[in-house]
């Protein structure tokens, strides 16, 4: 996320006094995740890239004399299609296209976006759209007022989807293995395609082998020949409620038979193995805590002080000890509503009383709930304490996440600054408000600008850390507070200019 | 959800990040649940003037191919996962905004506009968006990221590959068209606009 400005390098053209935030979106659609993960199960059909121009689709056909066959065979009425170069967007009444790139076609209140390669012919008959996609891949959005009709061509008994007020993609290929699982010949099985279809919006009715369903936004449908509409999406059935029937293979040979079913065993095994895996695990009982980083548990916690001090006796006798440098550690865990669980010392400070403190001091901190995957979940993690001993002012510091400046300082002469700032901005970018502040007030350690008071400042509000915040603001000048101010006001911070040194 | 708040929200823990990337459903619902709203925005506010359909079809798109790549996002690499989403939403966006316009697609009406009860702020709103719609694509892209999701002009600049001072200039032009417009459409609510000044 971004830095706070630097007014001297803003671009010109301010937007002082406009609020742009009143333009805001209306909310996401519902089921978002579940439409996602509905196509997550589909077959990708290329590898996961970031977006780029799209890639022309290469034909997965065989080579050879058969894909020579099959293609000339798709063409069913058996006239060779001349490609066309340019789109139309408002289609006559009836026509064919075979779209070379990207292309958007207008029939009559509808539209069809065509991919690379795609084929079409349509006919238009008032508020009825008849379309045979030959092949390729089309989204459509059909408006409330017409009725779209795709007939993805074959043999009887017809493939159709027909929709209206909706929006889907539909995907019309060759896959010569089903072929072979179907039974046709080659010549025959040029004429039949696979079609996948995807709801986004509306509903959709698909019809195959003779049997009509209605598919739901945000579910996924195969149209395979002679075979009823399939939902992949549907829920398996349990290995044991499931009827002891062969798999469907029409044409198949004895041994591809007995593949199939060698493998349908070992997957009803290796269900069986998770589902008793998952059993154990739930029979030991929930809240079984999660060890997570220190900086991750330190992003939840919400109150209580973290400058743990010794007392005065307690720093006498340190001082007396001649230590230097002590240190312990504990154990802290929370349970799913964010109250501590309990607190263990792990290592000792070697000062009873200090332990004592700290342990007192840790039972008062309160933390949020911490989430895995979207639940609260009991976590443990590891606190350390490093207070040095010295007449100066000296604080008890926790790692993590922000030793103050004058506590376990960094080697500056080995001290990346510019790698912790970029890793302080990462975490602030993530969320970890007390991390990043963290990394930028050891950085200030051992180098100093305005830039990094500034992002001190940010963070520390972020953290809701008022106390540093307004330390740090203080080596900020005047004229560039106001956007800080501004922004710790939004985090429920009010850092009054009389509190700022 | 403003930036601000989308920022406050509840992070995607690393432990959930990593079972992102491994698969596990849940941690994709934790995922999408935690960046629907920005996604949402980004792409509803750089294709405004389109139709809405076509924002949710891009926003399951933006989602999908996240989590297709998201086993290969580094997390200790230069983009964060937030950034790195945003930019995976915002080509996608661009990619559809290049796309030949059918003369048959019509605007959406706005998610504020309500003649009957047409207040200040809504008045504001449904100006915005029609300025925002007018401005050329490079400018919208960088207005749109700069103001409403507070993106640092390096990752503009990484997202659009392009120089930072070009993702100046163009946030300047915008910022400039984009006050200029609303002083035309509703003159009372600019008021006191004067020339560019420090914000």
Known sequence: MRDDRDDRDEPDGSLSGIDLTAWQPPAPPPELAARVIARMREPAPAAAVEPQERRPRRWGWAAGATASVAIAAVVVVGRTWGLTHGPAPDADAHGELVSVRPQQLALGGSIADLDPGAELRWVLEGHRISVHQVRGTVRWTVADEDTLVIDTGGPAPTRTLEASGASLRVEVSMNLSDVRLVGLTTASAAAVALVTAVVYQGHVRATSGGQTVNVAPGATVKLVPQRPPQLPAEPVEPADQRPDRPPVAVGASPDELQQLRDRLQAADAELARLRAEVAARTAQGPGRPITIEPAALDAARVGGDRNIVPDDDTRRAIDRAGAGKIVGSFKLCIDTTGAIASVTMQTSTGFDAYDRKIERGMRSWTYRPFLVDGKPAPVCSEVSFVYMSDAAERRTSSRPPRPPPTASPPDCGTFNVEDAMAQAQNQYAAGFAKAALSLVMKALTCKQDVKMYRLAALYACAAHDAATARQVLGKVPVPLRAPILQRCQQEGIDLSSADVP | ?199
């Open chain 2, 1 to 199: 959800m403003t930036a601000a708040a989308a920022r406050t929200a509840e992070p995607l823990d690393e432990l959930t990040l990593r079972r992102a990337q491994r698969g596990d459903e849940q941690a994709w619902r934790a995922l999408i649940a935690r960046f629907q709203h920005p996604v949402h925005a980004l792409i509803w506010r750089l294709l405004a003037g389109r139709a809405r359909h076509r924002v949710e079809d891009l926003v399951q798109e933006s989602f999908v191919r996240v989590l297709r790549a998201l086993p290969q996002f580094d997390p200790a690499g230069p983009a964060t996962l937030s950034t790195w989403i945003l930019t995976i939403a915002t080509r996608l966006a661009l990619n559809e905004l290049r796309r030949p316009e059918a003369s048959t697609l019509v605007a959406e009406p706005l998610a504020h506009e309500r003649a009957d009860h047409a207040t200040e702020r809504q008045r504001l709103a449904t100006a915005i968006a029609a300025c925002v719609a007018e401005l050329p694509e490079p400018q919208r892209v960088v207005l749109v990221l700069r103001e409403y999701h507070d993106l640092e002009y390096q990752e503009i600049a990484s997202m659009l590959d392009v120089e930072i001072g070009t993702v100046k200039s163009r946030l300047a032009r915008a910022r400039t068209a984009l006050r200029d417009g609303l002083r035309a459409r509703i003159p009372d609510a600019v008021r006191g606009l004067g020339g560019p000044h420090a914000r």
